[in-house]
């Protein structure tokens, strides 16, 4: 069988990344897309040529104006297709730290209308339930200092 042929029948996915990123209080830091109605992680898709500690940087560069180092993995979560998404995401969760305080937050306002540190119970209240999991599963990685997969 030609390589071309073998490789388009195989299942696809979507690779995302995301920065674990709290204040000095424990809380953590998410934004306020303006395309949906939940509020979710800094981060995104995994672009052509990336790798997803790269697109983590680059992310939360973008969307927050923020230059951090990407840390060590804490997060892989599976999700299954769902809404408009053709293909699974595979989104991984990477540790960028503690901001100092008085660190500034720049808004990327072409994609995000707010951003805010939150705790994880506040948290629940606006991400979606399996970004919510992902959340909790941040908390205990970190403390942890394992790495833990979601499906």
Not at 5 to 13: M, S
Not at 23 to 42: H, I, S
Not at 112 to 120: K, P, Q
Request: proline residues 7%; aromatic residues 10%.
């Amino acid at each position: 069988m030609p390589a071309d042929v073998f490789y388009a029948q195989l299942h696809r996915v979507i690779p995302a990344a995301a920065g674990f990123v709290t204040d000095a209080g424990g809380r953590v830091l998410l934004v306020k897309p303006n395309y949906r109605e939940r509020w979710g992680w800094p981060g995104g898709h995994v672009d052509d040529g990336e790798t997803p500690e790269m697109a983590c940087a680059r992310e939360l560069r973008e969307e927050v104006g923020l230059t951090l180092e990407t840390g060590r993995l804490l997060v892989v979560h599976w999700v299954p297709e769902m809404d408009e998404r053709p293909f699974p995401l595979v989104h991984f969760t990477f540790d960028c730290g503690t901001l100092p305080d008085g660190a500034r937050i720049t808004l990327q306002e072409d994609e995000l209308d707010d951003w805010g540190f939150f705790t994880a119970a506040e948290a629940d209240e606006i991400l979606p339930g399996w970004q919510a999991e992902r959340l909790h599963a941040s908390i205990a990685a970190r403390a942890s200092g394992q790495v833990t997969y979601l499906s």
